[in-house]
């Protein structure tokens, strides 16, 4: 790390706010909570202001701030389940099959771009960021345990060298490349890779989601299912349920989810993805409620996963969304 400062800044607490973003995309990769990554970047800054008299300068101020986060997130693993989404918890469903909820599940949360990703960046390293923000990305992290976890993190997001992470995570380096290794071995198991930047929105790929938002506000399946890939996956959590295939997707929206016509949508990005904010009409005709959080996966030139988040009262408000839309203002 060229150039890294090796003492207190002045101003403390403007050098800790300008980590924010990127530590708190660090502890959403950690704990695949939007929320729970806000806690542990609060609780960091906490230790950290604790703890300021006892910063020696030997180490970076950098690498201090993460040592304390990586300890925060470490802290909140210990002993909890990992998050999940519905297709690690219940095999694939059908239109007909009940909605259910699993008591214990824990589930994997969208973040906003805005809260992780920086205002200005050069375009590769910004790819890089939103490559592993992806939403399968982060899902394939909870399956690592939380060291391996940490260390992939480090190393292949953040591009910290083996010795820096050795140093942050009081280990040595052999022990710091194997890690690594078996984390690196575990993706390459689940089919997750990082060199495919999948979610940059070119233009082909924002006429794509265009299409998909025109196509699902006038309710046109036959548009809609058009823009998904043969295979493309469904899911709403916190239900259990899972689809996949265009014609139990097109099947699902034309019977149990009939409700959704007439919906309005307000675009958002989410995971470094194209997302949207779903707000269904009131069965009264009075207008509109919010209803989930939706989060698109594309793939070449396809949608491949339709993700709608329905814990609304605490995502519309972390997305910026209004409790309305604003033609029901």
């Not at 890939?229 to 989810?257: C, K, N, Q, V």
């Amino acid at each position: 790390m060229a150039g890294v400062q090796t003492s207190i800044p002045q101003d403390f607490e403007l050098a800790l706010d300008q980590h924010r973003r990127a530590l708190t995309g660090y502890c959403y990769r950690m704990l695949g909570s939007s929320f729970e990554a806000e806690d542990a970047v609060q609780e960091a800054f906490l230790r950290a202001w604790r703890n300021v008299d006892r910063f020696e300068g030997r180490s970076a101020f950098k690498s201090w701030l993460y040592k304390i986060a990586t300890n925060v997130c470490l802290d909140m693993l210990d002993g909890r389940k990992r998050r999940a989404r519905p297709m690690d918890l219940s095999a694939v469903g059908t239109p007909e099959s009940h909605l259910t909820q699993s008591p214990e599940a824990t589930w994997l949360e969208p973040i906003p771009d805005a809260r992780v990703l920086p205002d200005a960046a050069d375009p590769a390293e910004l790819a890089q960021e939103r490559e592993t923000l992806r939403l399968a990305f982060v899902n394939a992290l909870q399956h690592l345990p939380a060291k391996q976890r940490s260390v992939l993190i480090l190393r292949e997001v953040l591009r910290w060298s083996a010795a820096e992470t050795a140093e942050l995570l009081d280990t040595s380096v052999p022990s710091v490349n194997s890690a690594l290794q078996r984390a690196r071995a575990s993706l390459d198991s689940a089919g997750v890779e990082l060199a495919e930047d999948a979610s940059k929105l070119d233009a082909d790929q924002q006429e794509l989601v265009d299409r998909y938002l025109k196509a699902f506000e006038a309710y046109d399946m036959d548009s809609l299912v058009a823009l998904l890939a043969e295979d493309a996956t469904m899911s709403m959590p916190p239900y259990d349920l899972w689809l996949r295939g265009i014609e139990h997707i097109r099947a699902w929206f034309l019977g149990p989810g009939a409700p959704c016509r007439g919906s309005k949508l307000i675009a958002t990005t989410a995971n470094g993805l194209p997302a949207y904010g779903q707000y269904r009409p009131n069965a009264d005709g009075s207008g509109h409620h919010p209803w989930g959080l939706g989060v698109l996966e594309i793939s070449s030139g396809r949608i491949v996963g339709i993700n709608t988040f329905l814990d609304v009262d605490r995502l519309f408000p972390l997305f910026g969304l209004p409790p309305v839309p604003p033609d029901d203002a």
